[in-house]
């Protein structure tokens, strides 16, 4: 079983920064792992992913060129490095990791473990 849980989220104003941090109980070198948001009233939508080797990312294009994901497996960690927010990336913003290993993917079906949220504000 793994567990996720998310930190960093908070009130921001836009065209602030914010990192967001999740902590996984496992070891995360043989998963991949994404970060996905909700919005009030909306669907869970896919943010961004690292690949379980980390050599590649992958976002949504509201965040390209905003957004970094990045992973530390020595603390099996993974970031979401979030710059120049607007008010539209108000949400929840979830961790998530596939439950098959080694597979790379940006579909919210694939992933059967999630994190338990952090909010995440942008005031304008």
């Known amino acids: 079983q793994v567990q996720l849980v998310e930190s960093g989220g908070g009130l921001v104003q836009a065209g602030g920064s914010l990192r967001l941090s999740c902590a996984a109980s496992?070891?995360?070198?043989?998963?991949?792992m994404g970060w996905f948001r909700q919005a009030p009233g909306q669907e869970r939508d896919f943010v961004a992913a690292?690949?379980?080797?980390?050599?590649?990312?992958y976002y949504a294009d509201s965040v390209k060129g905003r957004f970094t994901i990045s992973r530390d497996d020595a603390k099996n960690t993974v970031y979401l490095q979030m710059n120049s927010v607007r008010p539209e990336d108000t949400a929840v913003y979830y961790c998530a990791a596939p439950r098959t290993y080694y597979l790379d993917t940006m579909y919210t079906r694939d992933y059967g473990y999630w994190g338990q949220g952090t909010q995440v504000t942008v005031s304008s």
């Open positions: 690292v690949s379980w080797s980390g050599s590649r990312t």
């Open positions: 496992v070891r995360t070198s043989t998963l991949s």
